[in-house]
DNA sequence: CCCATTTATCTTCCATGGAAGTTTGCATGG
DNA sequence: CCATGCAAACTTCCATGGAAGATAAATGGG
């Protein structure tokens, strides 16, 4: 395994940023990216060697990251990159069937301005998503839609509601990347995204609720059962 | 302020925990009962002392707070309280709403025997309501309805959202401590669990959701304005 | 050869000291 | 009296060493 990426070490005019959110921000991408594999399992010395720090802030980081659900500190046994089982996937997406309705609900009763912005941002991202899957790029399409979902959350006023969709997106991501692949393109997403843009626009709250919730819905009574089919005991 | 409670030194028989656990549960329990209150800014040195603790595991402990957004640790300026506007009592109940409706929504569509035993507890936590509430008991009532809460995100099956549901309302604790004595006395909570026990035991999740919904919406209805209206600018 | 026991090695856990940064209070000059 | 510069006192931040615990390896007895 190579050397982890790290923020190049002198940003000229930027905010310096304590070596505890580098060490995060790094480990953060290594295990979105699978640089560390799930079920991977090594210490905290290996890792700040790696980084080119000293032990404390790696620690420190990854405290951070247990309380996010991405890894696992064994006493005395090391670190492990948490994999996640069929049944974590259903966990996520119920969360965030949950989190992502709520948004679209109190999004839809901001103020038209607001409301009005947020729908330009989002169409954007869905005329990309057309864009991006209309030349069979499929992780270009999977980043697009990322954008529309995490728009969503956060043009909805709700701080915390933005931060958990972000903790279980990010715990989400690799079995993200793996259905890509698996399962047939994904041409109704765009749909179904047009018809949450139109409640938001109308400012009706109840539809915006049904739409989203009935998006993701649908997305997890097609992704969880793939992954279950495909015998997949952890990921 | 006095020393800082601190589980007796030794439990005979039970599993050691660490002293950055002790100090996380020490710290949490002083912030719920405005041991330290909100706004509050001190330095870990000082808290260390207090719980006859290094500053690492104290340190330690702090950044596992400010995960749960408790605490902000203000670099080189010590760690602060937070004290919560009426606009974070809002998203608190926000999510609130959204996590237990569907907490109530997955807990109906488990099997018949799962759901029978939660419905028992929840009947149990109801009654203890009534009970209590007849004695004119306001904070054993608020105990009984927070049991209820719990037990209700507690058997729906998923665990990421039971800790979501705990970390929001570790956050609201004392916001309802102080609206318990302002408000009207709560009697119509009870017969709203009742509707939601019932939908839970017919095993209807669309009217589980329905009901667990509106029971939070009117909370937050009466609540949020409640203390907006007080003019009440942190708490 | 196999199993129990001991030993060695690796790990987190915690304490502590020094470095860097922020704030406070005081002295000094106007 | 007020503003300004400066120094002293705190603060977190990070490095490092030792202690306690867990695992793996080695060793000895059957």
Redesign the interface.
């Given at each position: 395994m190579a050397e982890l990426a790290r923020p190049d070490v002198v940003e000229v005019g930027a905010r310096r940023g304590?070596l505890v959110d580098e060490a995060y921000a790094a480990l953060k991408q290594a295990i979105r990216d699978t640089d560390f594999p799930p079920g991977y399992q090594g210490s905290e010395q290996e890792i700040a060697v790696r980084l080119g720090m000293s032990r404390t802030p790696v620690?420190?980081a990854i405290?951070?990251l247990q309380?996010?659900?991405l890894v696992r500190v064994l006493?005395k046994r090391g670190v492990l990159i948490c994999p996640l089982a069929p049944q974590d996937i259903r966990?996520?997406y119920?969360?965030v069937?949950?989190?992502e309705?709520?948004a679209a609900e109190?999004l839809a009763g901001l103020p038209e301005a607001t409301r009005a912005t947020a729908a330009d941002e989002l169409e954007a991202a869905t005329a990309a998503m057309d864009a991006t899957l209309a030349q069979g790029d499929l992780p270009g399409w999977a980043e697009a839609d990322e954008l529309f979902h995490r728009l969503l959350v956060e043009h909805c006023g709700?701080?915390?509601?933005r931060r958990?969709a972000q903790t279980?997106t990010d715990q989400a991501h690799r079995a993200r990347m793996l259905t890509l692949k698996l399962r047939a393109t994904p041409t109704g997403s765009a749909q179904a995204h047009r018809t949450i843009i139109a409640a938001l626009r109308a400012g009706d709250a109840a539809e915006a609720h049904r739409s989203a919730r009935g998006h993701r819905v649908a997305a997890r009574d097609e992704i969880v059962p793939l992954i279950e089919h495909i015998g997949l005991r952890q990921l």
């Open positions: 304590s620690h420190e405290i951070r309380e996010d659900g006493s966990e996520i119920e969360v069937i949950a989190v309705s709520m109190l709700n701080g915390r509601l958990i279980v």
